[in-house]
């Protein structure tokens, strides 16, 4: 297995790629808030005349997320586009239910925010057993314990009602630290026998929308930057496109035999190793 070239800021790498596919949280910011010259990077990159997608395994649609980040000392000027798997589910099933049925979904998401089913038709229900849709878009596994998504969803799962995931993220950054994601609550909604339809990275639905925007350009020249291996780098891989990983976010704390071992796992490894998305 060969390993990834150790850079230590992407002005190493920045002349080989024309379009950048940055992930949010984990590299551009955490749960309490930015990383210290994260803003600044981005505004190279863009000097560098570089086209720029914020690529994000948030649930909540697109302009919301570009408001939050620029409220914390980013310049939305930086980005072309601010993509979320949240925005990409909206739109496809935006598309599917176009049949004018109306339809109760079982929305599990953060913050009480209905963002992932506005003007799709549906009608929120607060239990899975009259469910005809399930929706997790957020966690809040900071604040409720597993369990309290057991309860949800089982009557659902029973009943073989579809779900949706649009955030696959199993890890989240909270301000207190990390906690079980909306991935982990799909994952419970497979184990109790339901079936998930998974939307973002490192699915395909959303590297397609990135292309389309971008207008289909040469997959050598385009890459990723994350700090999953098992989202970001794995996406990256499967959709043909080279990738960055960041030591910073949920691997953090990971040494080069963690990231390994993880790489074995998840069949995945990136081209480059970034200490921080610094320039």
Request: aromatic share 8%.
């Amino acid at each position: 297995m060969n390993v990834p070239v150790k850079i230590a800021g992407l002005g190493a790498v920045a002349d080989r790629f024309d379009c950048f596919l940055v992930d949010q949280f984990g590299v551009l910011r955490d749960g309490r808030g930015p990383y210290p010259g994260a803003a600044e990077t981005l505004s190279r990159l863009k000097a560098a005349g570089k086209r720029v997608i914020i690529l994000s395994n948030s649930g909540k649609r697109a302009a919301e997320n570009s408001r939050r980040l620029a409220a914390i000392g980013f310049d939305e000027a930086n980005w072309d586009l601010f993509l979320t798997s949240g925005e990409t589910a909206w739109r496809i099933l935006k598309a599917e239910m176009a049949d004018g049925i109306e339809r109760r979904c079982l929305l599990i998401s953060r913050d009480g925010d209905t963002s992932a089913i506005d003007g799709l038709g549906l009608v929120q229900t607060a239990t899975g057993a009259d469910a005809d849709v399930v929706m997790i878009s957020a966690s809040e596994g900071d604040r409720y314990p597993l369990d309290h998504y057991r309860t949800l969803l089982e009557p659902a799962a029973r009943r073989g009602v579809a779900c949706f995931c649009t955030n696959p993220d199993k890890v989240m950054l909270t301000r207190d630290g990390e906690a079980f994601g909306a991935g982990r609550i799909a994952d419970l909604y497979a184990e109790l026998g339901g079936t998930v339809r998974w939307i973002g990275k490192p699915f395909s639905d959303i590297y397609a929308e990135a292309m389309r925007f971008l207008g289909a350009p040469d997959p050598s020249r385009v890459v990723c930057i994350g700090d999953s291996i098992e989202h970001d780098i794995a996406g990256a891989q499967g959709a043909g496109l080279a990738s960055v990983l960041v030591a910073t976010g949920i691997l953090a704390r990971a040494d080069d035999a963690e990231r390994a071992r993880l790489y074995r796992e998840h069949g995945a490894m990136p081209d480059f190793i970034l200490p921080q998305f610094l320039w």
